[in-house]
């Protein structure tokens, strides 16, 4: 119909709907074949542009659409892939701080930031804070700020608690563990120097599940700690 498809020297002008068939493609830059549309199967829908790989619209999901980079298969809203030994990341910025999200090479996962890394819950209206990793790699539970600041190079994790005027609240350090025996560890804080173990706190189950004793140990030399008081139950 003339009236719905015009042709003039500066292109082509469609005023109803464009049909392909189906598999079929739309090629953007010409013979080379690099930049195009089409449908990669029955309901899923393939972009690709200059021939580095294809970003995949997967429909066949009946409960969402699914994006596949790097997949034709996506098995999430949004699934990257790359079938090489190779790192790569997933970047998120604004014109004030990065993050990526990404797998390594050498087996691993990893998340970077910069500033600091927050932690928070969302209830439909508002964000609550409930960690922080500082830029120094201090771990902030239940807080954002230290009570006091020991140095940017010294490991810190402080836990803190909801400032409530109304509340006598306080931080707690639970360690459980699941004893079989008598006189075995339940939990521990071990000190060390370097790779030397000089100090430990420890407790143990005394004589049954309910019970427990406390030991204290510490190392004269050769990081080999012995037992120097016991706090019984």
């Not at 009236?3 to 189906?22: C, D, E, I, M, Y």
């Not at 829908?45 to 021939?51: E, K, V």
């Not at 596949?68 to 079938?83: F, L, N």
């Not at 004793?213 to 050769?222: A, I, N, P, Q, R």
Request: no cysteine.
């Amino acid at each position: 119909n003339a009236s719905q498809f015009k042709v003039t020297t500066t292109g082509a002008t469609f005023a109803g709907n464009v049909n392909l068939s189906a598999t079929k493609t739309l090629f953007l830059d010409g013979a080379s074949g690099h930049t195009f549309i089409s449908e990669y199967s029955a309901n899923k829908m393939q972009l690709q542009a200059g021939g580095q790989g294809s970003v995949i619209l997967d429909g066949t999901n009946s409960s969402e659409i699914r994006m596949g980079v790097g997949t034709s298969s996506p098995d999430s809203k949004i699934h990257a892939k790359v079938t090489t030994n190779t790192s790569e990341t997933i970047r998120i910025q604004n014109d004030d701080s990065l993050t990526t999200i990404g797998v390594s090479s050498d087996g691993y996962s990893f998340h970077t930031y910069q500033h600091s890394l927050y932690w928070a819950s969302w209830d439909g209206s508002t964000w609550s804070t409930k960690a922080r990793l500082t830029s120094d790699g201090e771990f902030i539970l239940k807080g954002t700020s230290l009570p006091q600041d020991f140095g940017d190079e010294r490991g810190q994790l402080a836990i803190s608690s909801v400032d409530n005027a109304g509340a006598n609240n306080y931080a707690v350090l639970q360690l459980q563990g699941h004893s079989v025996a008598n006189s075995v560890g339940i939990g521990g804080i071990y000190f060390y120097d370097h790779s030397s173990n000089n100090a430990i706190i420890q407790a143990q189950r005394q004589n049954n599940s309910g019970s427990a004793k406390l030991l204290f140990y510490t190392s004269e030399s050769g990081g080999s700690p012995q037992e120097r008081m016991t706090i019984y139950d």
